[in-house]
């Protein structure tokens, strides 16, 4: 443990300065001092539970309680002076604490202690960076502040929660899981293992496989409250140890399994969050690659009680207005909200993926918030205004401009999902980024009647060409169509047309909701729904 030395105290004049007393009371302890010294340590300590980045997912859950050193041996190999938030919050509660430096020395070596065990690039490493960064703020604006007794006593309760939280212990033989993965099973034929690794290769244009999110399941001591909501966890790594000892008797059973996977991210995390949305595309890849090994298996899955609420949603609800609020899909026990000390500074705090088990990748669920605006990618303007034809605007409304960059920033991200899409080093789309040669395959322009490629579709989204979402979609599943038509059903092309069809499909509703977005225009606009289907 990091603590200032009795010299360093009784010499230590920044205490003193920070607190409001005089350097002699400093270096002894003073019934008056010694509660205004611990409010503060804690509201800071409180301040750095309740962090969150901007999408309110909380920074404190890998560094509240370490995991054993029988759970993780490696940890300890590698870090000497291992501390965490409770180790932390106890000495606050013993008094161990008689300078800012002594507390600030522990936050500093449990942040250092993050960054030397996890990658650079990692969410732990940058999260131990935040933590720091912000501890070191808050003791500048809590030089001045005094505290209410409200504010006190949540804090205390913050403190006491960390406090009552145990190490995380064994029992985890029921979600006994397997990291080692067998190369050799990467090219076996079994449907089974084809699937798997189908699922375990697919990856984004970042070059990290989607599925890193769930490849182990979060732990017990991070995430407590994720074991109270799933009654069924599930991870990718499990599957795995199934898959090796033989346990599934079908393709249906992993099927269920997969889905188990992805339906429990689904459940416990934002429907606005990247794992969210991440669950969303994997379970449709799974579907649509397990159809393709196995015609009519979709027939043979259950169906998922969320499927037959959205099969019975109302026309109304479709067409209701985006503002309007959801419902909450479900409150957790232990509901986190984002303190008011927080409210400011973390709207830009950017939320990123790591790619080791350290923490867990699964985010703890809080109050749910309006999705996050994001801005569209830059592109090319797609029907210029005149400045004398600009509609004067109320304040805060979009201009037409902006909505139409906005409809096609989605149209560009579906689109892009495809074009980028990687199964290993392959790149999916490349067979369809242009049509063939007519005078090499002359064939292909007998068979088939209506031509769609990528470039063609990207042209048509630049230009402005798509009345809605749903048209773009229908181009896709047409070159999709087209290349199933053209070639044999065992081939790879076949197989990879359902896989980008899939992918779009899914990214597509996951954008908008399963609704149908439309190319925002005004009635003075002669012609354009007419034009916009004419120059398909």
């Known amino acids: 443990m990091v603590f200032q030395s009795l010299d360093d105290r009784r010499n230590s004049s920044s205490f003193a300065h920070f607190f409001g007393m005089t350097t002699r009371g400093a270096g002894r302890r003073n019934e008056a001092a010694e509660p205004a010294l611990e409010e503060r340590l804690e509201a800071v300590l409180a301040s750095l539970l309740t962090l969150t980045d901007n999408q309110n997912r909380l920074l404190c859950p890998p560094f509240r ?7 993780f041996p490696i940890y300890y190999d590698h870090i000497k002076n291992p501390i965490d938030m409770k180790m932390i919050a106890q000495n606050i509660r013993d008094e161990k604490y008689t300078t800012w430096a002594a507390f600030e020395a522990d936050i500093k070596l449990m942040c250092k202690n993050a960054k030397a065990f996890n990658e650079p690039g990692s969410t732990i490493y940058k999260d131990a960076s935040r933590l720091q960064t912000h501890c070191s703020a808050k003791r500048e604006e809590f030089m001045m502040r005094k505290f209410t007794a409200k504010e006190i006593a949540h804090h205390k309760e913050l403190i006491d929660e960390l406090l009552r939280q145990e190490e995380a212990s064994g029992g985890y033989d029921e979600f006994s899981e ?151 899909r479900k409150v957790v026990k232990r509901q986190r909200m984002a303190s008011e000390e927080n409210s400011t500074e973390d709207t830009q705090r950017e939320s990123s993926t790591e790619s080791n088990p350290k923490p867990p990748p699964f985010k703890r669920r809080t109050a749910r918030a309006p999705p996050q605006s994001t801005s569209p990618p830059p592109m090319k303007e797609m029907s210029p205004m005149k400045s004398e034809l600009r509609e004067k605007q109320k304040p805060g409304r979009k201009s037409m401009e902006e909505l139409r960059q906005m409809y096609t920033g989605k149209l560009m991200e579906v689109w892009n999902a495809v074009h980028e899409l990687k199964i290993g080093n392959r790149l999916l789309s490349e067979p369809f980024q242009y049509l063939p040669c007519e005078k090499t395959f002359p064939d292909y322009y007998t068979t088939i009647e209506n031509p769609m490629d990528l470039t063609t579709i990207r042209t048509k989204i630049d230009e402005g060409k798509y009345a809605d979402s749903n048209e773009m979609l229908t181009d896709i599943s047409l070159m999709c169509n087209n290349a199933r038509q053209y070639n044999r059903p065992n081939s790879q092309i076949f197989t990879d047309s359902s896989i980008l069809e899939s992918v779009a499909t899914s990214t597509l509703n996951s954008l908008t909701e399963n609704n149908i977005i439309y190319y925002p225009f005004r009635k003075r606009d002669k012609n354009w729904t007419e034009n916009a289907a004419t120059s398909k």
């Open 65 to 71: 309680v370490l995991d054993s050193r029988e759970n």
């Open 178 to 328: 397997d990291s080692e993965e067998d190369e050799d099973s990467e090219n076996d034929k079994d449907p089974k293992w084809v699937l798997y690794w189908t699922i375990r290769n697919f990856e984004v244009v970042d070059g990290h496989p989607l599925c890193e999110q769930f490849l182990e399941l979060p732990s017990k001591n991070y995430y407590p409250d994720y074991y109270d909501e799933i009654q069924k966890p599930m991870s990718l790594f499990m599957i795995n140890k199934r898959l090796k000892q033989s346990s599934y008797k079908d393709l249906v059973e992993l099927v269920e399994d997969l889905r188990m996977v992805f339906r429990n991210a689904c459940t416990y995390n934002l429907e606005d969050s990247d794992i969210y949305k991440a669950a969303v595309q994997l379970e449709q890849i799974t579907l649509d690659t397990a159809e393709s090994l196995e015609a009519g298996i979709r027939a043979k899955l259950p169906k998922y009680s969320e499927e037959k609420e959205e099969a019975n949603t109302s026309k109304e609800d479709i067409e209701a207005p985006k503002s309007k609020a959801k419902p909450a």
